[in-house]
C-alpha cells in the first residue's frame, strides 16, 4: 500500500473528524495529495487538494468552509480536518497523489485504500 488512510468512524451530525494520509516519501515527495469520497451507489466525488508546497488547497464547494486540508512533510501526512459534519457526508474516504492539484480523479496515479466515514443525524 502506498498510500495509507486512516481516522474515520461513526460521529453525530455537527460533530468533526480528522482524517491521516501517511505516504511512503517516495509517493509523497513532490506531489500533491488529495482526498475523494464515494458513497454506495454514487460516483467518486473531489473533496480536496493540496500542493506539495502546502500554499494552493482546493476544495469541493460542498465542503468549503467546514473542511480543511494540511499537510506535513516532514512526516509525510496529509491530514482532513472535517468539522461540522452532515450526513450526507457518509462515505469512504480515499486519499491519492497527483503531480498537481485537480480535482479531476484520473490525474492521481497513486491510491490509499479507503476509511468509513458515518455521520448520523
Known amino acids: 500500500v502506498q498510500l495509507q488512510a486512516s481516522g474515520g468512524g461513526s460521529v453525530q451530525a455537527g460533530g468533526s473528524l480528522r482524517l491521516s494520509c501517511a505516504a511512503s516519501k517516495r509517493i509523497f515527495s513532490n506531489n500533491a495529495v488529495g482526498w475523494f469520497r464515494q458513497a454506495p451507489g454514487k460516483e467518486r466525488e473531489f473533496v480536496a487538494a493540496i500542493n506539495w508546497r502546502g500554499s494552493i488547497a482546493n476544495y469541493a464547494d460542498s465542503v468549503k468552509g467546514r473542511f480543511t486540508i494540511s499537510r506535513d512533510n516532514a512526516m509525510n501526512t496529509v491530514v482532513l480536518q472535517m468539522n461540522s459534519l452532515k450526513p450526507e457526508d457518509t462515505a469512504a474516504y480515499y486519499c491519492?497523489?497527483?503531480?498537481?492539484?485537480?480535482?479531476?480523479?484520473?490525474?492521481?496515479?497513486?491510491w490509499g485504500q479507503g476509511t468509513q466515514v458515518t455521520v448520523s443525524s
Open positions: 491519492a497523489a497527483a503531480a498537481r492539484v485537480t480535482s479531476d480523479s484520473t490525474r492521481y496515479n497513486y
